[in-house]
């Protein structure tokens, strides 16, 4: 049997050194690190708040931070171990109830409370709501096939994993004072620390103003803000946790975090966490600041609002490598994340994996889809595009699978289900996608007399094209009509056949469409237009 083709070989650690795409270009900053710092290890952090329940913004970290991990591999020869830590903030304090969760009575009862201690509102199979999500997580990742290792901050805050890390920020306490209080407003410098006391007598996480440290004992001392007594407690073994700031600091100096990527929004938080791992004698990693996400009408997208695609909405109508494909590209631009933008992706990522099958190695290196996958991209054969099956969906009215497979067939004879399994992946997305989003905006109208006279002949030529399936020949023939009827512009004309047929303002090419419904049911649909019956 012949040996799996993989990218982790010499003709493409040859063309490494020279690729474009924006991975490579992140993952020499982190090969010019190693020749400053030589390391046997080279560490890639994705932060993750468990206070909610995992979004599509958690996906494009891991995934962005993937592919800069794949492009660090090639360009060292693979020769340097590395891994992708996906860490946890889950002893973080419980602010407030998420709407979309049940139970928020009982929940509110735990505010204040590390959210590993506040009850899982779904069910009692996890121990805590924090325990909840991050298994939320950990399959949604697992599913997708991520390389990662998975850390919980209370695992690491009670085992003394970051206690060495706690007794340096002791050491600097003032100086870590003096980077934090400027940043803060008069009121909260009167109560910043940036240790947080779990409260010995409630358990929850208190923000309260140190009165005394011992550096040598490796304690800090503040009041009971509702005793108003004195309590002394270790910086070390789980009895503190750190405001977030110094937090995402601390990890990286215990760590020795080399990368970690984060949203445009976090660019002052990064330079002074930079500043606080610094002045406990570490280096900050490597990072990329991402542009944030937009909804249809370019506001931020925000998970209080609700507005913006989750990542559920987007694997209910597309694949995950779709999805890879939009967190792909143009990290560095802000994007915006709706239903509408799901087609285009779908198709996309195809045309990116068939290209792939006839390119260099070099060129691969380029390809988004071998940034996605992380190896050669898998070929698929899919002689349909999604947008044309949508289209398909559309005309049809189609909500059943096997009325669908039956035009298919007819205009791939060789293709079926079991055949063709991608394909008939991408028939249930556009059956989802067409009831829950096409559908309810379908908006008919009546053609004009120049686009009825048109279509009327369009209907009347096709007699020629009886049981074809050429689209490149209809689509000569739709063009002709167009021109012989004077559409100026010519998208005009076809714009006209979208939405006086279909009820949409555009699709794929219309040639391709008949090939697929077939031309006596575009007939049909043609005399039906002009009769009236659609509009």
């Known amino acids: 049997m012949a040996n799996t083709p993989t990218i982790f070989d010499a003709e493409f650690f040859v063309n490494a050194a020279s690729a474009r795409a924006w991975p490579f270009e992140e993952a020499k900053k982190i090969v010019k690190r190693l020749e400053k710092s030589p390391k046997d290890e080279v560490l890639f952090q994705t932060g993750y708040g468990p206070s909610g329940l995992p979004h599509i913004g958690t996906f494009g970290e891991v995934a962005r931070t993937s592919m800069v991990r794949t492009a660090f591999r090639l360009l060292t020869e693979d020769k340097i171990p590395s891994k992708i830590i996906c860490y946890s903030d889950d002893m973080d304090g419980f602010r407030k109830v998420p709407t979309n969760v049940p139970n928020q009575e009982r929940m509110a009862e735990y505010i204040g409370m590390p959210l590993t201690k506040v009850p899982d509102p779904f069910s009692d199979e996890y121990p805590s709501f924090a325990h909840h999500n991050n298994a939320r997580l950990q399959k949604f990742l697992d599913d997708f096939g991520f390389e990662y290792e998975f850390v919980s901050s209370t695992d690491y805050y009670t085992s003394g994993v970051l206690d060495k890390a706690l007794l340096r920020m002791l050491e600097v306490y003032d100086d870590?004072?003096?980077?934090?209080?400027?940043?803060?407003?008069?009121?909260?410098?009167?109560?910043?620390?940036?240790?947080?006391?779990?409260?010995?007598?409630?358990?929850?996480?208190?923000?309260?103003?140190?009165?005394?440290?011992?550096?040598?004992?490796?304690?800090?001392?503040?009041?009971?803000?509702?005793?108003?007594?004195?309590?002394?407690?270790?910086?070390?073994?789980?009895?503190?946790?750190?405001?977030?700031?110094?937090?995402?600091?601390?990890?990286?100096?215990?760590?020795?975090?080399?990368?970690?990527?984060?949203?445009?929004?976090?660019?002052?938080?990064?330079?002074?966490?930079?500043?606080?791992?610094?002045?406990?004698?570490?280096?900050?990693?490597?990072?990329?600041?991402?542009?944030?996400?937009?909804?249809?009408?370019?506001?931020?997208?925000?998970?209080?609002?609700?507005?913006?695609?989750?990542?559920?909405?987007?694997?209910?109508?597309?694949?995950?490598?779709?999805?890879?494909?939009?967190?792909?590209?143009?990290?560095?631009?802000?994007?915006?994340?709706?239903?509408?933008?799901?087609?285009?992706?779908?198709?996309?990522?195809?045309?990116?994996?068939?290209?792939?099958?006839?390119?260099?190695?070099?060129?691969?290196?380029?390809?988004?889809?071998?940034?996605?996958?992380?190896?050669?991209?898998?070929?698929?054969?899919?002689?349909?595009?999604?947008?044309?099956?949508?289209?398909?969906?559309?005309?049809?009215?189609?909500?059943?699978?096997?009325?669908?497979?039956?035009?298919?067939?007819?205009?791939?004879?060789?293709?079926?289900?079991?055949t063709h399994p991608e394909l008939d992946r991408l028939v249930g997305y556009a059956i989802r996608y067409f009831t829950d989003f096409v559908k309810p905006t379908k908006q008919f109208r009546v053609a004009t007399a120049q686009e009825a006279a048109a279509m009327a002949e369009l209907a009347s030529r096709l007699d020629d094209f009886a049981e074809s399936s050429d689209a490149d020949a209809i689509q000569s023939l739709v063009f002709e009509v167009g021109k012989k009827h004077e559409f100026d512009p010519l998208r005009n004309w076809f714009k006209a056949l979208y939405q006086v047929l279909l009820g949409q303002d555009q699709g794929p090419r219309f040639g391709s469409f008949i090939a697929l419904y077939g031309v006596e049911e575009t007939k049909t649909l043609i005399k039906k237009a002009l009769a009236g019956e659609l509009a």
């Open 176 to 418: 870590v004072m003096k980077i934090m209080l400027p940043t803060l407003g008069e009121e909260r410098q009167k109560t910043y620390s940036p240790f947080l006391p779990l409260c010995p007598r409630t358990g929850k996480v208190l923000q309260v103003p140190m009165i005394a440290r011992d550096v040598g004992a490796g304690t800090v001392t503040y009041i009971d803000p509702e005793t108003e007594e004195e309590v002394t407690v270790p910086v070390t073994g789980g009895a503190v946790k750190c405001q977030w700031k110094a937090d995402w600091a601390l990890r990286w100096y215990a760590l020795g975090i080399d990368y970690e990527m984060s949203g445009k929004d976090l660019i002052d938080s990064v330079k002074l966490g930079s500043r606080i791992v610094r002045a406990m004698g570490g280096t900050p990693p490597e990072s990329l600041s991402y542009e944030l996400f937009l909804d249809e009408n370019g506001q931020k997208i925000s998970k209080s609002k609700g507005n913006g695609l989750s990542m559920e909405d987007w694997l209910t109508y597309a694949s995950p490598e779709s999805l890879a494909l939009f967190m792909y590209q143009k990290p560095k631009t802000a994007k915006k994340l709706f239903f509408d933008v799901i087609p285009k992706a779908v198709d996309e990522f195809y045309a990116f994996s068939k290209a792939a099958e006839k390119q260099s190695p070099a060129e691969l290196l380029e390809n988004p889809a071998t940034h996605i996958h992380g190896e050669y991209p898998p070929a698929h054969e899919l002689p349909i595009s999604f947008a044309l099956l949508l289209n398909l969906v559309s005309a049809a009215n189609a909500a059943d699978s096997d009325v669908l497979w039956g035009f298919i067939s007819r205009y791939a004879p060789n293709a079926t289900p079991k």
